[in-house]
């Protein structure tokens, strides 16, 4: 599976911006897609997932109501669209892909994209 991110970029705080994640390769229904995100100095740390097939979503505290996570099972693609954006949600935003229960945890997904750069400034 091959991953491949999209839509980073400066922003100012109060602004959005609509991450892309374009999945190629064995893709599957079953499948996780996951969005975490690194910020310097930090660990990577879970933002939301979404289930491929039934579409179940999931989000961390921190974005919940501000970030939503969506797929379009025709163009193989996930977004994630971040509204009212924080200084504190600077980070590099990963896109992951897995068959897996744990989809909070990191290392629980094996496939991931090269990141994309959010910076957020005030």
């Known amino acids: 599976v091959q991953l491949v991110e999209s839509g980073g970029g400066l922003v100012q705080a109060g602004g959005s911006l609509r991450l892309s994640c374009a999945a190629s390769?064995?893709?599957?229904?079953?499948?996780?897609m996951g969005w975490f995100r690194q910020a310097p100095g930090k660990e990577r740390e879970f933002v939301a997932a979404?289930?491929?097939?039934?579409?179940?979503?999931y989000y961390a505290d921190s974005v919940k109501g501000r970030f939503t996570i969506s797929r379009d099972n025709a163009k193989n693609t996930v977004y994630l669209q971040m509204n009212s954006l924080k200084l504190e949600d600077t980070a590099v935003y990963y896109c992951?892909?897995?068959?897996?229960?744990?989809?909070?945890?990191?290392?629980?997904?094996?496939?991931w994209g090269q990141g994309t750069l959010v910076t957020v400034s005030s």
């Open positions: 992951a892909a897995d068959l897996t229960p744990a989809i909070t945890v990191a290392d629980a997904y094996g496939y």
């Open positions: 390769g064995r893709t599957s229904s079953s499948y996780v």
């Open positions: 979404i289930r491929w097939g039934v579409g179940s979503t």
